[in-house]
């Protein structure tokens, strides 16, 4: 377990504390032998892609970080030097959200993305390709606790 079983953030500030965290957990993690594949389940509006964000953000990226959901995929360059080092090349951001089955996912290049182990990538709606998925993921659970308050659960699957 990278973030442990499940943490509540209240801010922004410590939505990107917790991208801290995940990050150095993955960076001390042994590489896969391709991508290191983080699904993202939960309501709209529950932080998954404000927490690609911040993931974005700490990694150095500086390009405006927006969520997919018309265009499926977006990609990124994450800089040299980055809190992962070396490891990491690419965030890849994917919103499944108006896929149907993991087919759909050959039009991204999906089968490449994932066997490339200098990509880091993150999928909303993971369970509309559920069939594509590679056996071993991050499963983080975002879901509303209150007002401004969301709880982030992890399960690692394999």
Same mark, same amino acid.
């Given at each position: ?5 499940? #943490?509540? %953030?209240?801010?922004?500030?410590? $939505?990107? &504390?917790?991208?801290?965290? /995940?990050?150095?957990?993955? +960076? ?7 991508? #290191?594949? %983080?699904?993202?389940?939960?309501? $709209?509006? &529950?932080?998954?892609?404000? /927490?690609?964000?911040?993931? +974005? ?102």
């Amino acid at each position: 377990m990278i973030l442990g079983n499940s #943490t509540e %953030v209240k801010s922004l500030v410590e $939505l990107r &504390a917790l991208a801290v965290k /995940f990050l150095d957990g993955i +960076a001390k993690n042994e590489a896969n032998k391709g991508a #290191t594949v %983080v699904c993202m389940s939960g309501d $709209l509006g &529950a932080g998954k892609t404000a /927490f690609v964000k911040c993931v +974005a953000s700490v990694l150095g990226i500086t390009d405006v970080v927006t969520s997919p959901t018309f265009v499926l995929e977006k990609i990124y360059t994450i800089p040299a030097g980055s809190v992962v080092g070396t490891r990491f090349s690419k965030l890849i951001h994917i919103d499944a959200y108006r896929l149907r089955s993991g087919k759909e996912t050959s039009a991204l290049g999906f089968d490449e993305i994932i066997a490339d182990k200098n990509n880091i990538v993150f999928i909303e709606w993971p369970e509309n390709i559920h069939d594509a998925l590679p056996k071993e993921v991050i499963n983080l659970s975002f879901s509303y606790v209150d007002g401004n308050v969301r709880r982030v659960e992890e399960r690692i699957s394999r």
